[in-house]
């Protein structure tokens, strides 16, 4: 037996929970090893000083508490596992940009004049939408009688028909 197995073994001779085998052979050890013997003394006398503690009786509920601590880490630990996954972390960059601007836009001193240029923009983008369905009403109502032979001639394009693979 070398040291390193011996001072593993050492704690479970202490307390005299080895096999009758693997003490005999700590033993042995012990003999011709002044190393392990001096760490066999002291873990005695470490031993010796703890026996002389007070037992300390737990809460039952503190000792809840404590078997809950590995449930809790546990659905932490599964939370950042899934907020870590490769596949995730391109939404966590969007959120990230997301946010910045947010707060960019939030704390910015001319928040009013922002407000007024999206403001702006926005009404001009639904004017352009507007005036373009007057414009597709307007060419629908143009057509008048035609309306029904444009369909009809729209659906003889190639590009309007779909794929022949299909109806076979």
């Known amino acids: 037996m070398n040291c390193h197995e011996c001072e593993e073994l050492l704690s479970l001779y202490i307390e005299n929970g080895l096999a009758p085998e693997e003490r005999q052979e700590v033993e042995n050890h012990l003999m011709e090893c002044p190393g392990c013997r001096s760490l066999f003394a002291s873990l005695k006398e470490v031993t010796k000083v703890f026996h002389g503690f007070p ?18 880490k546990r659905k932490i630990q599964a939370i950042s596992e899934f907020l870590l996954r490769p596949a995730f972390q391109p939404v966590l960059a969007v959120a990230t940009v997301f946010f910045i601007l947010l707060s960019f836009y939030t704390f910015h001193p001319k928040k009013p004049e922002i407000n007024m240029a999206i403001e702006k923009h926005f009404h001009k983008g639904y004017s352009t939408i507007e005036r373009f ?4 009403e307007s060419f629908g109502d143009s057509l008048n009688g035609y309306k029904e032979n444009f369909l009809d001639s729209l659906k003889t394009i190639p590009v309007f028909q779909g794929s022949k693979d299909n109806n076979s």
């Open 55 to 72: 037992e300390f009786e737990m809460n039952p509920h503190t000792l809840v508490r404590l078997h809950n601590i590995d449930k809790k």
């Open 133 to 136: 369905f007057t414009h597709v």
